[in-house]
């Protein structure tokens, strides 16, 4: 009786639970008929599409900067003085050990007689002192073969001792003071050699401070002279870009001065270091400027590239778009007007244009109206002529739109990025 009671109750839950999903799958059914109708009756959305085109393509970070000279350095005496000749002016190229000005020399040349004379008094002393060391000697000499006959007493030997030995000990004074004063004398000539004031290395005139008769004390500046045959620019990298900058990477140079003038030249030094306040990392580009266009202290922009492809897969930016946090473009079917949603991995972005790195992409794309669209969205194409296809990606002149997927670049001088 208690089998036959379970076995009712089974059957009775088996019923319930096969209603239950029978009910679920009629109401799934009628939900995804009903979507599929309101999809049905959503009129086409209007939309601009273009082509996929494979062109060159690159990333370019743009960085301010400063033009500096390649080394700068001040004329200034080390002596003080009256000047009495600049022979350079503003601007005035300079030679390595040419005369860049002249100091009032009188009283340096008047020093330089003195430390003569005093050296000619002290080779006369020693002369002296030399003459009398030898006769000490000679006088030791004697009162020690005297002594050792007994004809000289102990005393007369120890006197003799004594005289010879502060006879030395004079020559060596002697000979202390002419190196003392040989001293004196190079030391004035020196001085007197920074009453010329030369040229160390080759450049121009930048600055000049002062003019003929002022008084000068050590070290006040006359005039800076710079090089630049080569320049160098500094520039301060973010953060986010610190990582992508090499040594040896090339870089285009702009100045305000000439707009339509581009200079080439080179990473040189990055910083190893980013500034804490800044997150900046300095960075230094070496440009050759044998013409001395650049001058230093000019406003530049420098262009690096940091990533390229000779052959990439571009579409518009515009066709880009998000959807749920994922990337992807609106591809239109060949078959009937209707866009499918199709993910992308994207690569180097430049400003209009993108590059796709998967998947390979047939078809048109859309670039406007996809906000309003939906997978398998109808969309209403316009006319061919009327801006249907869009303007391209800007691939430049040259580039074959991919036919099938498979597009070839065109001639040299496409597209090489902003």
């Not at 350079?88 to 030679?95: E, T």
């Not at 972005?349 to 997978?375: H, K, M, W």
Request: proline share 5%.
């Amino acid at each position: 009786m208690v089998t036959c009671m379970k076995k009712k109750v089974l059957i009775v839950v088996g019923i319930i639970f096969l209603a239950f999903i029978t009910w679920r799958v009629v109401e799934l059914v009628n939900k995804k008929s009903v979507s599929s109708a309101k999809r049905a009756a959503r009129p086409p959305v209007a939309v601009q599409v273009d082509k996929v085109v494979y062109a060159p393509i690159q990333e370019i970070r743009e960085f301010t900067g400063t033009v500096y000279p390649i080394y700068q350095y001040v004329v200034a005496p080390k002596v003080s003085g009256r000047i009495v000749e600049i022979r350079k002016r503003i601007g005035d190229p300079v030679r390595r050990g040419e005369i860049i000005a002249r100091i009032d020399d009188a009283e340096y040349q008047q020093a330089v007689l003195e430390s003569e004379a005093n050296l000619k008094i002290a080779d006369a002393s020693l002369t002296e002192t030399i003459g009398q060391a030898e006769l000490a000697k000679q006088e030791l000499d004697r009162a020690q073969s005297l002594t050792a006959k007994g004809i000289a007493s102990p005393s007369e030997l120890d006197a003799a001792v004594s005289s010879n030995t502060a006879q030395q000990s004079r020559l060596k004074l002697a000979q202390a003071q002419v190196e003392q004063r040989e001293a004196s004398l190079n030391s004035a000539k020196i001085r007197l050699s920074y009453t010329v004031l030369n040229a160390t290395e080759p450049g121009s005139v930048g600055e000049r401070f002062v003019d003929e008769g002022a008084l000068l004390s050590p070290n006040s500046p006359i005039v800076t002279v710079v090089g630049y045959d080569r320049v160098i620019i500094r520039t301060t990298v973010v953060e986010r870009d610190y990582g992508r900058i090499r040594t040896g990477q090339t870089a285009d140079i702009i100045v305000d001065a000439y707009p339509d003038q581009h200079f080439s030249g080179k990473v040189a030094r990055i910083a190893p270091m980013l500034q804490e306040s800044a997150r900046v990392a300095q960075m230094e580009v070496e440009v050759a400027n044998e013409a001395h266009i650049l001058k230093p202290g000019m406003f530049t922009r420098v262009r690096v590239v940091l990533a390229e492809n000779d052959n990439a897969q571009i579409v518009p930016s515009q066709a880009v778009v998000n959807v749920d946090g994922t990337p992807g473009i609106f591809v239109i079917d060949k078959i009937e007007p209707v866009a499918h949603f199709l993910p992308v991995k994207t690569g180097i972005v430049a400003a209009d244009r993108t590059e796709i790195l998967s998947p390979q992409i047939n078809g048109a794309v859309v670039t406007l109206g996809q906000n309003l669209l939906l997978e398998g969205s109808r969309v209403l194409l316009p006319r061919e002529g009327k801006g249907g296809k869009g303007s391209g990606a800007k691939g430049g002149s040259g580039v074959r739109e991919n036919q099938a997927g498979k597009g070839q670049p065109g001639s040299p001088g496409g597209d090489k990025g902003r």
